[in-house]
């Protein structure tokens, strides 16, 4: 099936630790996404890659590291910098604009703090 | 910069009535996309309904609409025939053109509950 796998979908890091988020794609997309939910808000953007080898910051990157060596995929590091990683990761691919640019979601991963 | 107001927190509808979720935007974009969202317990989120700003027609999908007012920036979804698995969620989202790098912005969300 054509869609977008994240792993693990839940994660405990303890203090200090780097973890890394796994997001993969069959669906054959040039951009890619990572989004951040906390309780009672909306999704804010981390990262964002338009193309292999290239990735922009998006509104809350600070703490944050991407790579996009491979099309398929756009792991996302949540390092010791960011001071409050508790919440919901939600990884997204875009389609073409034949598709109305309609942007894809994965599961989500949840990364609690302990 | 762009930003996406949804003024409901909550809402709920009886089974097999009609509700709307309202939306407003802010912009000063000619050509930008917008989206509802759907985000069921499970927290997936799936596409309900897109638009086009350059489209005048509003979007249908089944029992999934909008009223799209450009000039008053509004795009308000309205659900008929509401089913319990309506129960979600639901985000509204703005997205410049594609050569903007596709960014969706999302208002804070409506979490509608569908009662039978």
């Not at chain 1, 069959?26 to 996404?33: F, K, T």
């Not at chain 1, 590091?77 to 691919?93: D, M, R, W």
């Amino acid at each position: 099936d054509g869609g977008i796998t994240q792993s693990p979908k839940y994660l405990f890091r303890k203090e200090g630790q780097n973890v890394t988020l796994s997001c993969e794609q069959n669906l054959n997309h040039d951009a890619m996404y990572w989004y951040r939910q906390d309780p009672g808000q909306g999704l804010r953007l981390i990262y964002y890659s338009q193309i292999v080898n290239d990735f922009q910051k998006g509104d809350i990157a600070e703490g944050y590291s991407v790579s996009r060596e491979k099309k398929e995929s756009f792991p996302l590091t949540v390092t010791s910098a960011q001071k409050n990683p508790t919440a919901f990761y939600l990884c997204a691919s875009r389609g073409s604009y034949l598709t109305g640019n309609t942007i894809y979601f994965g599961e989500g991963s949840w990364l609690t703090v302990v | 910069a762009q930003t996406v107001t949804q003024s409901q927190p909550e809402m709920s509808v009886q089974e097999a009535e009609t509700v709307t979720l309202s939306c407003t935007y802010d912009t000063s974009e000619s050509n930008y996309y917008l989206f509802w969202y759907k985000q069921p317990p499970s927290r997936q989120m799936i596409l309900v309904i897109r638009q086009e700003a350059y489209k005048q027609q509003n979007a249908t999908e089944n029992r999934f609409s909008v009223n799209f007012q450009k000039a008053a920036k509004s795009f308000s979804l309205k659900i008929s025939d509401s089913q319990l698995g309506d129960t979600a969620m639901y985000f509204c989202a703005f997205m410049k053109s594609w050569d903007q790098g596709g960014k969706l912005i999302f208002g804070q969300g409506t979490e509608l509950s569908v009662k039978p």
